[in-house]
């Protein structure tokens, strides 16, 4: 959401002098939808037009009873998981309570389309020690498969996604917390998206920037590595510039996208890891979370998790 900027007078008081000048912008509407009953959900037949969200109005529209009032806690009542896990996939995720623990279980596999599922086309890739990895052809076509569009079969890492046949399993805090002292991510997994693939940060070896491996990534920003189908920026198949749930970064903090459900736009307030306390779709009461850091990279790109750990890490196995 844009902001609506009105200036009407700037007073500037210089050597006893008093300067007024005067500029008006013209604001960009946008569509506002009813929420009477203050679930987050908004009422399709019952919109406004305004330069800046109005109370009791949201930007959803998928209210089918705008009377009925529902709470939106941050944990299920029955087990003390998060709600926010209900959105990561079923088929790829098996998600637990353990304790005083959730335990995060994935194929490591992504539930969308991707160029990098098995299909017909063989191709070649030299490593860095000059070596030639052939990714061979196979008989058909993943069901899943779609033709390389930002990257190009020679451009594409070796490996197809169904090469990588693993189980990845993260133990969380029911209740993650802040560490007295950030700590650096490492190479390999760092989080686990909701698709069922693997987060990665911004480097792409020891010390090494993603910058000439960007070519690769298929159009959600992901490819095949040394142990998993990842992602490294961000996830274009399910956000693209808006609030969606990206999925949960090891120290347990849950990543969002660019913009805050609380306000509906860029958080003006993260921190250096990219992370703020504030509600979001999931939760009524404000809770620490990460976001995708609204700040260009490579000029088009958006880095995933580019920061440090703000809670203890815990390892991707």
Same mark, same amino acid.
């Given at each position: 959401?844009?902001?609506?900027?009105?200036?009407?007078?700037?007073?500037?008081?210089?050597?006893?002098?008093?300067?007024?000048?005067?500029?008006?912008?013209?604001?960009?509407?946008?569509?506002?939808?009813?929420?009477?009953?203050?679930?987050?959900?908004?009422?399709?037949?019952?919109?406004?037009?305004?330069?800046?969200?109005?109370?009791?109005?949201?930007?959803?529209?998928?209210?089918?009873?705008?009377?009925?009032?529902?709470?939106?806690?941050?944990?299920?009542?029955?087990?003390?998981?998060?709600?926010?896990?209900?959105?990561?996939?079923?088929?790829?995720?098996?998600?637990?309570?353990?304790?005083?623990?959730?335990?995060?279980?994935?194929?490591?596999?992504?539930?969308?389309?991707?160029?990098?599922?098995?299909?017909?086309?063989?191709?070649?890739?030299?490593?860095?020690?000059?070596?030639?990895?052939?990714?061979?052809?196979?008989?058909?076509?993943?069901?899943?498969?779609?033709?390389?569009?930002?990257?190009?079969?020679?451009?594409?890492?070796?490996?197809?996604?169904?090469?990588?046949?693993?189980?990845?399993?993260?133990?969380?805090?029911?209740?993650?917390?802040?560490?007295?002292?950030?700590?650096?991510?490492?190479?390999?997994?760092?989080?686990?998206?909701?698709?069922?693939?693997?987060?990665?940060?911004?480097?792409?070896?020891?010390?090494?920037?993603?910058?000439?491996?960007?070519?690769?990534?298929?159009?959600?920003?992901?490819?095949?590595?040394?142990?998993? $189908? *990842? +992602? =490294?920026?961000?996830?274009?198949?399910?956000? #693209?510039?808006?609030?969606? &749930?990206?999925?949960?970064?090891?120290? !347990?903090?849950?990543?969002?996208?660019?913009?805050?459900?609380?306000?509906?736009?860029?958080?003006?307030?993260?921190?250096?890891?990219?992370?703020?306390?504030?509600?979001?779709?999931?939760?009524?009461?404000?809770? $620490? *979370? +990460? =976001?995708?850091?609204?700040?260009?990279?490579? #000029?088009?790109?958006?880095? &995933?998790?580019?920061?440090?750990?703000? !809670?203890?890490?815990?390892?991707?196995?």
């Amino acid at each position: 959401m844009k902001t609506d900027i009105k200036i009407k007078a700037i007073g500037m008081l210089l050597m006893g002098t008093f300067f007024i000048t005067a500029c008006d912008k013209a604001c960009e509407e946008m569509t506002y939808y009813q929420d009477a009953d203050g679930d987050g959900l908004g009422n399709a037949a019952v919109t406004i037009q305004a330069c800046e969200q109005p109370d009791g109005y949201v930007c959803d529209y998928s209210d089918t009873d705008d009377s009925n009032v529902t709470v939106v806690d941050s944990t299920d009542d029955s087990s003390g998981m998060h709600k926010a896990f209900a959105a990561f996939d079923s088929d790829n995720f098996n998600i637990y309570v353990d304790g005083d623990e959730i335990v995060i279980e994935s194929n490591g596999l992504p539930n969308h389309t991707s160029p990098y599922w098995s299909n017909t086309t063989a191709r070649t890739a030299t490593d860095p020690m000059g070596n030639t990895l052939v990714t061979a052809a196979a008989s058909e076509n993943h069901a899943l498969f779609v033709e390389p569009t930002v990257t190009s079969y020679a451009q594409m890492a070796p490996g197809n996604i169904d090469d990588f046949n693993g189980m990845y399993t993260l133990r969380v805090p029911i209740t993650p917390s802040l560490a007295a002292v950030s700590s650096a991510t490492g190479l390999g997994a760092i989080g686990m998206a909701i698709s069922g693939a693997m987060i990665y940060n911004d480097e792409e070896g020891p010390n090494v920037p993603l910058d000439d491996a960007v070519g690769s990534l298929d159009y959600t920003a992901a490819h095949t590595g040394p142990q998993s $189908y *990842h +992602y =490294h920026l961000e996830t274009k198949a399910w956000s #693209n510039d808006d609030e969606n &749930l990206i999925g949960i970064i090891a120290d !347990g903090f849950f990543l969002y996208g660019r913009k805050c459900n609380a306000t509906g736009t860029y958080p003006s307030d993260l921190d250096v890891s990219g992370g703020h306390t504030s509600v979001t779709q999931y939760n009524t009461t404000a809770a $620490y *979370h +990460y =976001h995708i850091q609204n700040e260009l990279y490579l #000029n088009q790109y958006y880095i &995933l998790f580019p920061g440090d750990y703000q !809670g203890t890490p815990n390892a991707i196995q």
